[in-house]
């Protein structure tokens, strides 16, 4: 099992900066990514930016030269660095985790979520 932790949301201003941070604690090994995942009221949740196990990035569109994924594995935190920031960012930020259950299956763990509002 692995347990996440978010923190770091918040009210912000348009072209202002937050950073999001998530914990892992519990069964950390065989993970595949980590990643941030967002939801908005009434919008399906989408993939907001992605790390793998390799050190590759992947990013949404709308947030590309904007946000930036990094981690420290020595404290097993996975950070998500938002400048510029716009309304249209304003959501529910998730945290993501995929470990590898098998050769090619693996589990997805969620944290909890963590608001991110931007006031225009």
């Known amino acids: 099992q692995v347990q996440l932790v978010e923190s770091g949301g918040g009210l912000v201003q348009a072209g202002g900066s937050l950073r999001l941070s998530c914990a892992a604690s519990?069964?950390?090994?065989?993970?595949?990514?980590t990643g941030w995942y967002r939801q908005a009221p009434g919008k399906q949740r989408e993939l907001v930016a992605v790390?793998?196990?390799?050190?590759?990035?992947n990013y949404a569109d709308s947030v590309k030269g904007r946000f930036t994924i990094s981690r420290d594995n020595a404290k097993n935190t996975v950070f998500l660095q938002m400048n510029s920031l716009k309304p249209e960012d304003t959501a529910v930020y998730y945290c993501?985790?995929?470990?590898?259950?098998?050769?090619?299956?693996?589990?997805?763990?969620w944290g909890q979520g963590t608001q991110v509002t931007v006031s225009s």
């Open positions: 790390l793998s196990s390799g050190g590759s990035t």
């Open positions: 993501n985790l995929q470990q590898y259950s098998s050769l090619y299956t693996f589990y997805d763990y």
């Open positions: 519990g069964s950390i090994f065989s993970i595949k990514a």
